[in-house]
């Protein structure tokens, strides 16, 4: 199954009702039963979220590009390394200054945002300014590659009327089944940082995907996928029911009280 420009948006990114804790487990099940990298694994590619839950904000700018440093060349990591390695190792601008790219962000924000009339929409990731943009795709590395490069093409956080931090994300393509929740995750977990950096709260996590594919793959058929599908719609619905029963039974107690 394959869709085009197909976009999610997500309210509230950090919140995770119970059917979403339940169809992560499944997937994750799925995944990591047919030999793919957990979802934990895929959030960890695009932010290192537990790190950052463990050792805090500052350690992530501080600490994480050595250690992404060390792992880049890891068998079970993309040959082109992993975002949060291009968002979070020491480069070099045009001075040959040292700069890590997703704190030249949170600076930049941080500044803006204490000017009365801060800039709404020049916090881009990719190839524009490398003294203030993140390089997720790279133009001398990642032009001669036909498949397994990066998929996140662009990353733009926008600042709302109110200083809520919005993100969006945009995939030159998107394998629903194996990326799409982990890397949901892991773009949530970026933007909460990004976020907490400059203190303000997030906003709208949008989601473009230029093609997005519901794929079977080498390590499973079409009917697992479609079972897979199933599985996690049901759980939708019993939720749904769930709380439409409790509901009508607040509505009733409401009535007679």
């Not at 790219?101 to 990731?125: C, D, N």
């Not at 203190?199 to 390590?219: F, Q, W, Y």
């Amino acid at each position: 199954m394959r869709e085009y420009n197909l976009i999610l948006e997500i309210a509230e990114p950090m919140t995770l009702r119970d059917d979403e804790k339940q169809i992560y487990a499944v997937v994750d099940s799925f995944l990591t039963k047919h030999g793919k990298q957990s979802l934990n694994s895929v959030i960890n590619t695009i932010f290192p979220a537990g790190f950052y839950a463990r050792e805090g904000a500052a350690s992530v700018i501080e600490s994480y590009g050595e250690i992404a440093e060390k792992i880049r060349h890891h068998p079970d990591n993309c040959r082109w390394g992993t975002y949060a390695y291009r968002m979070l190792t020491k480069r070099k601008d045009e001075k040959n200054r040292e700069f890590i790219p997703l704190q030249a962000i949170t600076e930049k924000l941080k500044a803006q945002l204490q000017s009365a009339s801060a800039k709404r929409a020049v916090y881009e990731v990719n190839l524009i300014d490398p003294m203030v943009d993140i390089p997720i795709y790279e133009a001398e590395k990642d032009r001669t590659n036909t498949r397994g490069g990066p998929c996140l093409s662009h990353v733009s956080f926008k600042l709302k009327d109110d200083h809520r931090l919005m993100l969006t994300a945009f995939y030159r393509s998107h394998h629903y089944v194996q990326r799409a929740l982990g890397n949901l995750f892991g773009l949530a977990w970026l933007q909460d940082f990004v976020a907490s950096a400059v203190g303000v709260k997030s906003a709208e996590l949008v989601c473009i995907s230029s093609m997005a594919m519901i794929e079977s793959d080498e390590n499973w058929e079409k009917n697992e996928t479609n079972s897979l599908l199933a599985h996690c719609n049901k759980l939708l619905d019993c939720i749904v029911q769930e709380k439409t029963v409790a509901r009508r039974s607040e509505r009733m107690v409401a009535t007679t009280a």
